[in-house]
């Protein structure tokens, strides 16, 4: 059983620089979701995919992020334009349409803005 | 206001030194209470979910349990391999129909051989 997997697992980038990430879900489940993690935080809602139709973003989703699901399976988030309050942990998780609700989550990117 | 607050922040134990750390939620309409463990540097692994009040769950030394207005998490001669932060999150009804969790602080748990 595999879980759901992120990468890379770190990233050092500059200001001003894009950036993008990558999460693969577990393979039955259609929703996936995008989280911040900044320390000695709970995780804050992004985004979330059913398939690959994009139906909520969280206010926190400024202009400079974007995310794409483009055949329902992986996804990407982008970051344009690289900020140090950009740095933070990504984490993604996936689930099930049923009515357990139950999310689970990759080990994240560590974002590293210098 | 936070919708969701966990106490302690912080709680060191003895081995075998039971406790329950607590979730308090203020949004109306619950679709879920989650409850998850995070090792450093690690995605939130899943635990329990609860849904209606009076509802308890157990998975080994841990004991869920969910009220109207908050929710317990009793861990019962916890070991050094429990410590941990553990997260509480929500998932209820909002107007935009949002699927997102909301995540409290967390606890981090501390225990001590």
């Known amino acids: 059983d595999t879980g759901v997997s992120q990468n890379p697992r770190h990233k050092i980038t500059k200001r001003g620089q894009n950036v993008t990430f990558r999460c693969d879900p577990i393979?039955?489940?259609?929703?996936l979701y995008w989280y911040r993690q900044t320390l000695g935080q709970g995780p804050e809602f992004l985004t979330y995919?059913?398939?690959?139709?994009?139906?909520?973003k969280s206010r926190l989703l400024s202009d400079r992020f974007s995310a794409e699901r483009p055949k329902g399976s992986f996804s990407t988030l982008e970051i344009q334009r690289t900020e140090q309050g950009d740095s933070a942990m990504y984490l993604c998780?996936?689930?099930?349409?049923?009515?357990?609700?139950?999310?689970?989550f990759g080990p994240g990117t560590r974002l590293t803005v210098t | 206001e936070d919708q969701v607050t966990q106490s302690p922040e912080a709680l060191r134990l003895q081995e075998g030194e039971s406790s329950s750390l607590n979730c308090s939620y203020t949004?109306?309409?619950?679709?879920?209470l989650f409850w998850y463990r995070q090792d450093p540097g690690k995605g939130p692994e899943f635990l329990f979910t609860?849904?209606?009040a009076g509802e308890e769950k157990e998975k080994e030394r841990l004991k869920a349990t969910l009220t109207k207005k908050e929710s317990f998490l009793h861990i019962t001669a916890p070991k050094p391999e429990d410590s941990a932060t553990y997260l509480c999150?929500?998932?209820?009804?909002?107007?935009?129909?949002?699927?997102?969790?909301?995540f409290g602080k967390g606890t981090h748990l501390i225990i001590q051989p």
């Open positions: 999150a929500v998932l209820y009804y909002s107007g935009g129909g949002a699927d997102g969790l909301t």
């Open positions: 609860l849904y209606s």
């Open positions: 995919f059913q398939n690959e139709a994009q139906l909520e």
């Open positions: 949004v109306s309409g619950l679709r879920g």
């Open positions: 393979s039955e489940h259609n929703r």
């Open positions: 998780a996936s689930s099930l349409v049923t009515s357990s609700y139950e999310q689970y």
